[in-house]
């Protein structure tokens, strides 16, 4: 008999982890607390208890190509990067061509899910939940935990003395949605994360004065990168990823700098990371420097008092008249409906093994799906996350024993705290292609670059040096997808496809196609050389 499974949750994880349950022959079950997918993405103009909270106006950091699950490509005329209504419009089509909705019990919120009495030989759980006030309980025999980590915001006020005697408006930024009503207002903007700059940058066209206070500082990169293309697809190949593991940190360090401040000086515009050399998070705004440069938002450092109207940073100046207050300082997470001891965060760490399973459980039951914050696109990562889950659900992958899981959990924390620091911020920070490839590896979807380089030298070009897509995990392996070369060899394609919205005039085109083919093959040349820069 097929094994039941519970889905908590119907946003990115928990559709992707619906379709994997399906694709295993696994009997899947999906409670969401609210009347639709989506989770995140679905825009509300109030704000929701229990469920993430974006801006209207939120569009995507990471590319469209980068951002798909791996056997089905956005449509070729969605832009690059999206606004959030197409993200839903896509996870829509995505059910819908997959039939989840079957799967769902909507406006059913998971109350609790513990261990059956006999759990140790079962691995069974016990899921309660709550449907327009009527509580269930139903048995499972694994749990996919895909509930989000963006719903509690971290509103840190004790680091704000004074906060209490502020007159104006204060808000987390969960609670913004859209810059109207703040026109003619001196708003002070905390943090300098990408909900900061946004915010920011938004409100800036309406207020009278933006002010942006960080104590850290941050790189801040444009969507846009060589030639035109997204960041995500120069950043992101087999290669440059392979450079970052290998060149001395010296070097790396040297060009990293030097690339982030290609744009503008960091330093000069006061956004400089205290610790230049993390790979923490960078900020995705193509707009936030020329604000900047306008005048419409002044970068501060740290806040350090507040009075009933004015605000009092660590280098002594004073911002008087300060009406509005946007705590844009992130979030923190929990999950009410587990035992504590199942997902503990300590120091920092979140243990978990390879951030999604509990390593003490006497059966390898129980996943999180989601609880992540790669440095690329969490939509591939969480799909290859349950691609790994369903199959230790069915057995055909096993996980390590306790004691190795505890030491790979200790030496991930402390690597990540290497790469990216210790800030409540980059708790759940990975690297992108290194952990994609891990869980790739683990179900045998990982491409082996050698043979292919026999076998189909084009394609292996395209893997290594091409950016590194999720259809790349689909090639070889259980799932293996017949379409997933073509998506690889006809990516540039749909890249270009919204983009070109204007039909040139051919007999202008055409005597320079000679031309543009040489000056084509040098910025190939250039560019290799470009990627060099982008350890
Ligand atoms: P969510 O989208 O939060 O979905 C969780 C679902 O679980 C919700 O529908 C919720 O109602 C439901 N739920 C919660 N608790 C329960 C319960 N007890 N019972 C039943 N249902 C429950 N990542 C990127 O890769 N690219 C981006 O461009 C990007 N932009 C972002 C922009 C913003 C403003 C934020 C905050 C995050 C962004 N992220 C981005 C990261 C984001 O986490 C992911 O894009 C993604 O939405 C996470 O999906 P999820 O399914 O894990 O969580
Ligand atoms: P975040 O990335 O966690 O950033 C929080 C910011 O608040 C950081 O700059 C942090 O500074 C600062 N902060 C925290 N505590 C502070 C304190 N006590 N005093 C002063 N500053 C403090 O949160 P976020 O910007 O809301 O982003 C959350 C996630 O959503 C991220 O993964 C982000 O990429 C994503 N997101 C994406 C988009 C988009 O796609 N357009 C938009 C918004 C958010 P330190 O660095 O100094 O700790």
């Known amino acids: 008999m097929a094994k039941k499974v519970a889905v908590i949750g119907a946003g990115a994880s928990g559709l992707t982890s619906l379709k994997c349950c399906v694709d295993e022959g696994l009997e899947p079950t999906c409670f969401e607390r609210t009347e639709d997918i989506g989770g995140l993405w679905r825009f509300k103009e109030n704000v929701e208890d229990g469920r993430a909270s974006i801006y209207q106006s939120v569009i995507t950091n990471t590319s469209k190509e980068m951002s798909c699950f791996s056997d089905f490509p956005m449509p070729e005329d969605f832009p690059n990067f999206l606004h959030n209504s197409k993200i839903l419009e896509y996870f829509r089509i995505f ?38 006030g009527k509580e269930q309980s139903a048995v499972f025999d694994a749990v996919m935990v895909c509930s989000g980590h963006h719903i509690l915001p971290y509103l840190p006020l004790e680091s704000f003395p004074g906060i209490e005697r502020f007159k104006g408006q204060y808000f987390h930024s969960r609670q913004y949605k859209h810059p109207e009503g703040f026109e003619g207002k001196h708003i002070l903007v905390i943090g300098l994360g990408n909900s900061a700059s946004d915010i920011a940058v938004e409100l800036s066209k309406k207020a009278t004065q933006v002010f942006i206070s960080t104590r850290h500082g941050s790189w801040i990169v444009g969507r846009i990168s060589e030639g035109g293309y997204p960041w995500d697809h120069v950043f992101h190949t087999r290669f440059s990823s392979m450079l ?102 300590e120091e920092n760490m979140v243990s978990l093994y390879k951030y999604m399973f509990p390593p003490h459980l006497e059966k390898s039951t129980l996943a999180c799906i989601g609880l992540i914050q790669p440095l690329g696109s969490i939509f591939p990562t969480v799909e290859l996350q349950a691609r790994w889950a369903t199959r230790v659900f069915k057995g055909l992958c096993t996980l390590p024993s306790e004691r ?37 590896l683990e179900i045998g979807a990982k491409p082996d670059l050698l043979s292919l380089v026999l076998e189909d030298p084009k394609l292996a070009v395209k893997l290594y040096f091409g950016p590194c897509n999720s259809y790349q995990y689909r090639l070889v392996g259980p799932g293996r997808w017949e379409g997933a070369r073509n ?18 005039n051919p007999s202008l085109k055409s ?25």
């Open 487 to 504: 998506a690889i060899l006809t990516q540039k394609q749909r890249i270009l496809k919204p983009l070109k919205t204007r039909t040139l």
């Open 244 to 345: 970052r593991n290998v060149l001395p940190q010296m070097l790396l360090k040297w060009m990293m700098e030097r690339q982030m401040n290609q744009r503008f000086s960091h330093e000069n515009y006061g956004l400089e990371p205290q610790n230049k050399y993390l790979m923490k998070e960078p900020v995705l705004n193509d707009h936030l420097p020329s604000h900047i440069l306008y005048g419409a938002i002044k970068v501060k450092s740290r806040v350090t008092e507040l009075t009933e109207t004015a605000a009092i940073f660590e280098d002594g100046t004073v911002e008087k008249d300060i009406d509005v207050i946007v705590f844009a300082t992130g979030y923190t997470f929990s999950f009410p409906f587990l035992e504590e001891s199942l997902v503990k965060v």
């Open 404 to 440: 190795t899981m505890m030491a790979d959990i200790i030496k991930r924390n402390k690597q990540k705290i290497d790469l990216f620091g210790k800030s409540q911020s980059q708790i759940l920070q990975t690297n992108y292609v290194d952990y994609l490839d891990e869980l790739a």
């Open 95 to 132: 059910a819908k061509k997959f039939d989840l909705l079957k799967y769902i019990q909507f406006q059913t919120t998971v109350l609790s899910v513990k261990k059956r009495p006999d759990f140790s030989s079962s691995g069974q759980w016990e899921v309660v939940t709550e449907t327009r």
């Open 511 to 535: 005597p320079f196609s000679f031309l543009l083919k040489i000056l084509g093959l040098l910025a190939v040349v250039v560019a290799f050389f470009f990627h060099l820069q982008w350890f």
